[in-house]
Each structure stands twice: as structure tokens, then as C-alpha cells.
């Protein structure tokens, strides 16, 4: 969550860059303290709100964002990103070292994806989006992204595949 709160410091000169955080998660009072404290004005912190009420917030957002712990030893998929290529938004997003979304995203074309502590990149990759048509064809193509491989029909395909092969 640090690194969210040092990128939308970062981005505060760009007037249309502003950053929306939802949800009462464990660093919850660290953003709240930190948006005070570092005079952070282009990110909003809300409460927790109902599943339908945070897709109809999605709907107005133009990037996914997440972030995931330098700490993580495994693969980890936030299911939020599945969300957000359902809606069309481009996605944004840090991982741990050898988790494999970040080929996912950027082989689809889908966003940018940076290894967590990569501060530098992850502004770079946050400044590309302030381009509409960038967002717009990551958006275009994070969608095709859900589709080709987390739909119910291409886990039909590889599951009847695999069983093929065996036999």
C-alpha cells in the first residue's frame, strides 16, 4: 500500500491523475494517517462498500489498480483484476518477484506491471495511462484477455484438452 501512497505523491502534478482507495483493509489507518500527513490531494480513501455498489464505482474509474506484498512467496491473483478486465479497464499493478501475472498482463497487452519495489517503473507505467488512447487499448485488450483464458469456455477447452491428451 506504500507504494500507492509514494505513486499518487509522485502523480499530484498531474491534475487528472487521482487515485480512489475502497475498503477498510489492515493498512487502512497507515493510508488515512499518510494522506494527512504528506498533504497527499489526489487520493480519496473510502469505507467498505457492498460488492454492487463498488462495481457501479468501477464503472467510473478509468484503470484497475493493485498491488501485491514484495513478501509473497506464491503465485497470487486478486480477484479485483478479473473485475476490471470484465469492465474493460486497463490494469495497473505491482507484483512480488516471480509471480507470473505480470508476463499474463503485459503479453496481452492488458496494462503494465511492475515488481514491487520498482518505485521508478511503477510511475512510468502509471504516466502511460494518463494517455486515454493507451487506456483505451490496454482496456480493449484486457477484456480479450478474459475471454481467452479465465472464461468459463477456455477452462471448458483446456480442461477438454488435457483430457484428450491422455487418452
Do not use: W
Amino acid at each position: 500500500m506504500r507504494n500507492i501512497l509514494r505513486l499518487a505523491k509522485r502523480m499530484q502534478f498531474h491534475s487528472e491523475a487521482h487515485f480512489l482507495l475502497v475498503g477498510a483493509g489492515d493498512e487502512f489507518d497507515l493510508v488515512k494517517k499518510t494522506l494527512y500527513s504528506e498533504s497527499i490531494s489526489n487520493m480519496t480513501l473510502l469505507d467498505s462498500v457492498s460488492q454492487e455498489e463498488y462495481k457501479k464505482m468501477l464503472s467510473e474509474f478509468d484503470v484497475g489498480l493493485f498491488t501485491l506484498s514484495a513478501k509473497h512467496q506464491t503465485h497470487n491473483f486478486p480477484g479485483k483484476i478479473l473485475e476490471y478486465m470484465r469492465q474493460r479497464k486497463p490494469i495497473l499493478g505491482s507484483v512480488n518477484p516471480g509471480n507470473d501475472l505480470q508476463e499474463v498482463i503485459h503479453s496481452a497487452g492488458a496494462g503494465f506491471v511492475s515488481i514491487s519495489g520498482q518505485e521508478k517503473l511503477f510511475y512510468e507505467n502509471a504516466f502511460k495511462f494518463l494517455n486515454p488512447k493507451v487506456r483505451k487499448e490496454c482496456g480493449k485488450n484486457s477484456e480479450s484477455l478474459l475471454k481467452q483464458k479465465f472464461s468459463v469456455n477456455s477452462a471448458a477447452d483446456m480442461i477438454l484438452s488435457s483430457y484428450e491428451k491422455s487418452y
